[in-house]
């Protein structure tokens, strides 16, 4: 085996241990502010103990792990105020680029976007935790797409992980989740019906997950 196919190996393997990391994190299987212990976390994982620590620098460097000196680290667990701030910026960049995902959006976009929908639907009954909130990830990726800006979709899918991004913390209840499913649907309506302000009123209500705005259209559709 080449050196380069070492340092290669190397590289994906110590990649595996953080998304094995932080789809633990997202699903709620660690939850904030629990205590990551390096040797559990090898047993866990199957891996050694550098690679659990560069994993965790990883998390910490994108806000998903703290480190405390002397103490070691954590999942991170954001305050009211850090998630109001995140809620804020992802209405920002997402609203902005309303009028490109409907200006943007063709019958297939569209007929993609209401499968995902529906595929999301789908997983809230069936699914597993984790299926559910890859669901609602691939919803929204595949709308923001539809900006044409992937630099967007990338910060969009960062910034999301700021805060307890966890199904577990998403939708707390049982009317939060078929509240979200029924915006997904409403959504694409909104880039069918090529009405701007209603998707612009409904991904700042999504994100702030109030539910009280939604497009005419759509309302009598769902009626």
């Known amino acids: ?4 196919q ?6 994906a393997k110590e990649r595996d241990v953080t998304d094995l990391v932080l789809e633990d994190i997202l699903t709620g299987v660690l939850p904030a ?6 040797i559990d976390l090898e047993k866990r994982y199957d891996c ?16 998903l792990v703290e480190h405390v000196p002397n103490r070691g680290y954590h999942v991170y667990q954001p305050d009211g105020r850090r998630a109001q701030e995140v809620s804020d910026i992802r209405v920002i960049l997402e609203t902005a680029v309303a009028d490109l995902m409907v200006e943007r959006a063709t019958p297939e976009s569209i007929a993609r976007l209401r499968q995902l929908a529906s595929h999301f639907d789908q997983m809230t009954m069936v699914g597993t935790v984790l299926e559910h909130y890859e669901a609602n990830l691939a919803f929204h990726r595949e709308l923001l797409l539809l900006s044409g800006n992937h630099e967007l979709v990338d910060l969009v899918s960062e910034i999301r992980q700021r805060t307890s991004s966890a199904p577990v913390s998403q939708w707390r209840t049982r009317a939060r989740v078929e ?8 959504m694409v309506d909104a880039l069918e019906t090529r009405d701007v302000a209603g998707l612009k009123r409904l991904i700042e209500a999504h994100i702030r997950q109030t539910g009280d705005v939604a497009p005419a259209e759509s309302v009598a559709r769902q009626a």
Not at 1 to 4: C, I, L
Not at 6 to 11: G, K, P, R
Not at 48 to 63: G, I
């Open 179 to 186: 509240r979200s499913a029924r915006e997904h649907h409403m």
């Open 33 to 38: 502010g629990t205590w990551l212990k390096q």
């Open 48 to 63: 050694t103990r550098p690679e659990v620590r560069r994993a965790l620098d990883r998390l910490s460097q994108k806000r």
């Open 6 to 11: 070492d340092v290669t190996e190397t590289a």
């Open 1 to 4: 085996m080449t050196e380069m």
